[in-house]
């Protein structure tokens, strides 16, 4: 073992010397090296990695992975290929092999290449052999491979000594260890390290900090919702972020008055977008008209844009009432947040709203309108829309939302739409009479018009 170890490590440094691009298209150890008494199986597919045919090295790789434990003598052949993106199967047929591909994995781990480091991580990961579990934990101090070692550690969380030692890393001296194990923490979402991560929402570390909320909120304990509450106020823009965001996942209704604060005052954009996300998540109705004051006082368009999703989640029977006067906003962009607001909300009651909105003087409002009657589902959108027509910008929107009503009121304006159309967009209207009609014409007006003439007796046009 200790001699294939050797050979893997030296030939790891003469692939990386190489240059990734030319070593590790194929194995560059030859393939003298294998063992004599290799089986055949073995044998042939080690023989097919120095193929020139990547297809057939995808498939020699599956194939010592399917042989398992059979296949140990082609571990330092697959490790000279880990590090190469195309070939990540060959971390899988490690993972299959087994216990033989440990030792050398563990190798590749301390690498000086970034790429083979993640590599090998993530190998181990699918080695399923518990003692991973300590190299893995000790790359955690290693920022290039942090988020490799931490997916793979979550492959083990069903081992009391994962959640254990990561617990033990939060309280290391080395922030950066701190960092690695709180971050592993939330994939392995073992919620017997929920009174660690509360305390470490103390840490020093800013980065701790933010890890540890985002942990605590994969592992959607309420417990954690207070002592949270003080991270809204932290000086990092990336606690206060991980912090609101993490709230949503606790469904705990405490936070709901320390986040409209947030939304209200905080100075960056990113924490205010997510408490914004969260009270929408949280469902309370205090957040009614604070976030439809954010639509129309916010002074970023991320914002109002969330706030205004969020505000149609709230399902508040006050929410048109106090959407309605947005839509007269001088501000375009309020205008089309409320509009969009109103799609969300479904309320039949918006119907008179979407249809003054087809004559805005800005677009995108009126794409959110045309959206808004087709989503209602109210044949009396039919007649505005087939006004709207005329309208060769919003064409897409209008057909579409005629498409779905389905009403053969809009078959005849839809032909002479479809004679005048464009090019571009007479699929479009085309596509919508094959809807109302269950006949498929192509884009051909003259074939539609005498199918119509010829048809127009059975359908209903007195809706």
């Known amino acids: 073992m200790k001699k294939t170890i050797a050979m893997i490590t030296f030939m790891i440094a003469v692939c990386f010397t190489a240059g990734t691009s030319t070593c590790l298209a194929q194995p560059k150890m030859p393939i003298g090296t294998l063992a004599q008494n290799t089986p055949d199986d073995v044998k042939r597919a080690v023989e097919a990695l120095y193929s020139s045919d990547y297809k057939t090295q995808l498939a020699a790789i599956k ?13 330092p052949f697959l490790i000279s290929i880990l590090a190469e993106r195309r070939y990540a199967a060959a971390g899988k047929a490690l993972g299959r092999i087994g216990e033989a591909a440990f ?25 399923n052999d518990p003692r991973a579990v300590e190299p893995l934990i000790k790359l955690l101090a290693d920022p290039d491979v942090m988020t490799r070692a931490a997916t793979a550690l979550a492959r083990y969380r069903s081992d009391p000594r994962t959640t254990d030692l990561l617990v033990g890393g939060l309280k290391d001296k080395d922030p950066a260890r701190r960092r690695g194990a709180a971050y592993a923490l939330q994939r392995v979402a073992d919620r017997r390290s929920v ?42 823009e990336a606690v ?61 368009q991320t914002v109002k844009q ?15 009432d106090l959407l309605v006067p947005l839509l007269k906003d001088r501000d375009p962009k309020v205008r089309e947040c409320a509009a969009t607001a109103l799609v969300m909300l479904k309320d039949p009651r918006a119907l008179e709203h979407f249809v ?18 087709a989503r209602l589902g109210d044949v009396a959108a039919v007649e505005p829309l087939i006004e709207a027509l005329r309208d060769k910008e919003l064409l897409a929107e209008t057909t579409s939302a005629l498409a779905r009503l389905r009403d ?45 003439k010829e048809n127009k007796r059975m359908f209903d046009l007195k809706k």
């Open 63 to 75: 194939t010592l992975g399917d042989l398992g434990e059979q296949a140990e003598a082609a571990v």
């Open 306 to 320: 969330q706030a205004a999703r969020q505000a149609a989640k709230l399902k508040s029977p006050r929410m048109l």
């Open 195 to 236: 009174d660690a991560l509360i305390e470490s929402l103390k840490d020093k570390d800013a980065q701790v900090r933010a890890a540890a909320a985002a942990a605590l909120g994969m592992m959607r304990t309420t417990k954690a919702a207070g002592p949270m509450i003080p991270l809204l106020k932290d000086k990092d």
């Open 408 to 452: 053969p009121r809009a078959v005849d304006p839809l032909i002479a739409t479809l004679a005048k159309a464009e090019e571009a967009q007479r699929r479009t209207v085309s596509s919508a009479l094959r809807r109302i009609t269950g006949q498929d014409l192509a884009e051909n007006p003259a074939k539609w018009s005498k199918w119509w």
């Open 356 to 373: 003054a909105l087809l004559k805005d003087r800005e677009h995108r409002v009126k794409v959110q309108a045309a959206r808004g009657l």
């Open 103 to 127: 030792e050398p994995l563990a190798k590749a781990l301390e690498h000086k290449d970034v790429q083979m480091r993640q590599a090998a991580a993530s190998a181990m990961g699918k080695l």
């Open 240 to 300: 206060r972020t991980e912090a609101a965001k993490a709230m949503a996942r606790m469904k705990n209704n405490s936070v709901v008055e320390p986040l409209i604060k947030v939304l209200q005052t905080d100075p960056a954009p990113a924490v205010r977008k997510a408490a914004a996300e969260t009270l929408g998540y949280l469902n309370d109705p205090r957040a009614a008209e604070p976030l439809v004051a954010a639509i129309t006082k916010d002074n970023d």
